[in-house]
């Protein structure tokens, strides 16, 4: 258990759906990240979200669409996504974003697009 | 961007037994990270080493940051030790993650 909680763990949706991820972190932490970890490649920084701010997004497709209402909650809005965005997203915690900050990761939620 | 290469790529090991996991950067880096992915996907942050040595029981960790290199050691290997190790690096202020050593122990 490292604090920070991902659900679903499992979700299979079609192309033409909408799903959201939903993450919360019970560690105090101001920043939170999406990462995306696909089969045979190293993880992919999604979004970060600092005291509710996005500071980074690495060129993501617009269907994916993050919210962060507040310092404790991040959410992944999927629309209209291709089996290709098939992968394990995986939600992360850490007090701040600058050097020397150790990252807590959650479960991760297994996503198939059919 | 910075270069961050893991080897080996793959290791079968005997329970029981010593490895060495090796993580090279391209550049400086400010922060180095040693993780743990087991088989349902959940990472476990191990070690946050920029540099030095640390040991937390059957697991170290040296990070040589004037040459480039991290190296981690499991020692008496256990079946649990399975799953993939993982070095990330912040150049800046953001982790970049290596491919990855997919550890296997047999009993």
């Known amino acids: 258990e490292t604090g920070v909680t991902q659900t679903p763990r499992h979700l299979v949706m079609g192309m033409t759906n909408k799903k959201s991820l939903k993450c919360e972190q019970h560690?105090?932490?101001?920043?939170m990240y999406w990462y995306k970890q696909s089969a045979k490649k190293p993880l992919e920084l999604m979004f970060v979200?600092?005291?509710?701010?996005?500071?980074e997004n690495n060129s993501v497709p617009s269907r994916f669409s993050p919210e962060c209402p507040n310092s404790s909650h991040l959410f992944l809005h999927l629309h209209t996504l291709q089996p290709e965005d098939s992968a394990l997203y995986l939600c992360?915690?850490?007090?701040?974003?600058?050097?020397?900050?150790?990252?807590?990761f959650g479960e991760g939620s297994w996503l198939t697009v059919v | 961007g910075i270069q961050v290469e893991q080897s080996p790529p793959d290791l079968i090991l005997q329970e029981g037994a010593n490895s060495t996991l090796r993580c090279n950067f391209s550049?400086?880096?400010?922060?180095l990270q040693w993780f743990h992915q087991n088989p349902w996907g959940q990472l476990i942050n191990l070690f946050y080493?920029?540099?030095g040595t640390k040991q937390n029981g059957r697991l170290s960790a040296t990070t040589v940051a004037t040459e480039r290199y991290s190296l981690l050691y499991i020692s008496s290997s256990q079946t649990t030790d399975s799953g993939v190790y993982f070095c990330?690096?912040?150049?800046?202020?953001?982790?970049?993650f290596g491919g990855g050593t997919r550890l296997m122990v047999k009993p």
């Open positions: 560690l105090g932490h101001n920043a």
């Open positions: 990330a690096v912040e150049p800046g202020n953001m982790l970049t």
């Open positions: 992360a915690s850490s007090q701040g974003t600058g050097t020397g900050n150790t990252i807590y």
């Open positions: 550049d400086s880096v400010n922060n």
């Open positions: 979200y600092s005291l509710e701010e996005r500071v």
């Open positions: 080493i920029p540099s």
